[in-house]
């Protein structure tokens, strides 16, 4: 409706002034929204959130309170700016930002979404019992499988036990045990460590016999046998059960989180929805300052087609309004109206023109720098007379712009013209236009 036309207008053009002010507030790409929203959905279920939803909901709160404070600074520098952010300031104030859980989360899970080892005593107890257990378990393949003048040639065992990072231990084990296979006394190196089902065994390739005791859990012609050495059968079953502590430990962390989020998950709830809306209007604002758009002037028309409102919309910068008060007999009135498209098109024809010339002036520059021989076989020639030509055709084949003006007592408007003259374009102009500025979208034609 007429109404809604002008709302999103007024929304779009205080996202642009929001731009003008700062535009690196209104970034929104670290928001992950379907991770907050699937966050959201176990909050309500009361079933426990995953790290990465945590940590992405901390995402979303860290910027809600980014933008508002800069946004509350912006009006203590100036206090016009109130004026000119409204709408999208009076929602952005309102926003309810729980500090506590932000802190809550950060306390206990990583940037990654890990769970920290400092998160309990029980989980940092069950991470330690995890890793003694694999450091038994490389010790004991060594020993079955290797001579043993092979682990003393490989020295003391590069292994970082830092305060978590126990992760990162387990795959220098893993690494470890690739590397004193592949050490065998006899060269051979089709045997590899292999963790299956978390339980780790050695996996052997089609045709390679073993010389230890363990049991076959899997074998296939042309695959190999999966073996699980008997002395590694106890150290297996405790790993596990170390393993499923650790589990234990992480989702207790994780349900205590849910918990504390449903204290704020309705408010969680409107701020994604808010920012969600905020995002669109900012992309409304982005993509008709990216081609320097201009604000339209909407009127209502009576069942004649004759204007009813004599202003509609227009911003508070006069530079920008469109009908002025000698314009008012015009039911459309677009001078220098653009096909979006065209003019999105060339703008990139010629920024890759310009980009070509840079390039090749850098290698130039590059070559002189070298002292390389411009005439050596293989180097390419290099002509910037003729990229810089290339430019200037670009340049020169600017879209044309077209001038609508269509009185109030108009009612159709025949254009005539050959084949491929620009009818069906300047129509398409027309239409996108009207219908931009409908979707609260800045128009590209001239002020």
Not at 197 to 222: E, M, P, V
Not at 225 to 244: M, R
Not at 376 to 391: P, S
């Amino acid at each position: 409706t007429y109404e809604e036309s002008l709302r999103l207008l007024r929304e779009t053009n205080a996202a642009v002034e929001i731009h003008k002010y700062s535009s690196g507030i209104m970034e929104f790409a670290s928001i992950d929204a379907l991770l907050v929203r699937s966050g959201i959905d176990h909050a309500k279920r009361s079933s426990p959130l995953s790290g990465q939803e945590a940590m992405a909901v901390v995402v979303l709160l860290q910027f809600a309170e980014a933008l508002q404070l800069n946004i509350k600074a912006a009006i203590r520098e100036n206090a016009d700016l109130y004026d000119r952010f409204v709408p999208l300031v009076e929602s952005i104030l309102n926003w309810v930002i729980g500090k506590a859980f932000v802190r809550s989360v950060l306390r206990v899970v990583s940037e990654d979404g890990s769970i920290k080892d400092s998160a309990s005593g029980k989980l940092q107890q069950a991470r330690l019992r995890v890793v003694n257990l694999e450091s038994k378990l490389l010790v004991g393949f060594a020993e079955f499988v290797f001579y043993a003048s092979t682990l003393t040639s490989m020295g003391a065992l590069p292994l970082d036990v830092e305060n978590g990072h126990w992760g990162r231990l387990r795959n220098q084990l893993y690494q470890l045990m690739n590397t004193l296979i592949s050490n065998e006394a006899d060269n051979t190196t089709s045997l590899e460590a292999s963790n299956v089902g978390g339980r780790w065994c050695i996996r052997s390739g089609a045709g390679q016999t073993t010389n230890f005791k363990g049991l076959l859990l899997s074998s296939g012609a042309g695959t190999g046998k999966v073996i699980e050495p008997v002395s590694a059968v106890q150290l297996n079953d405790e790993l596990l059960e170390a393993k499923a502590s650790v589990a234990n430990a992480e989702a207790e962390i994780l349900l205590d989180l849910t918990e504390k989020m449903k204290l704020d998950v309705d408010d969680i709830e409107s701020l994604l929805k808010s920012i969600v809306e905020l995002d669109v209007i900012n992309a409304r604002a982005s993509y008709g300052l990216s081609l320097g758009g201009t604000f339209p002037s909407l009127l209502q028309l009576d069942g004649k087609n004759v204007a009813l409102t004599s202003e509609g919309f227009s911003t508070k910068d006069s530079s920008t309004k469109l009908f002025p008060s000698t314009k008012k007999q015009w039911k459309l009135y677009l001078p220098k109206a653009y096909h979006p498209l065209l003019l999105q098109r060339h703008r990139h024809n010629l920024l890759e023109a310009r980009r070509e010339v840079a390039n090749a002036k850098a290698e130039l520059r590059r070559r002189r720098l070298y002292g390389e021989n411009f005439s050596q076989q293989g180097a390419a020639h290099i002509d910037i007379e003729k990229l810089q030509e290339k430019v200037t055709q670009v340049e020169n084949s600017h879209p044309i712009p077209s001038d609508f003006l269509i009185a109030n007592n108009t009612s159709v408007l025949l254009i005539t013209g050959p084949n491929t003259g620009g009818k069906t374009i300047c129509l398409k102009a027309v239409g996108l236009a009207a219908m931009m500025a409908k979707a609260g979208q800045i128009s590209i034609y001239g002020s």
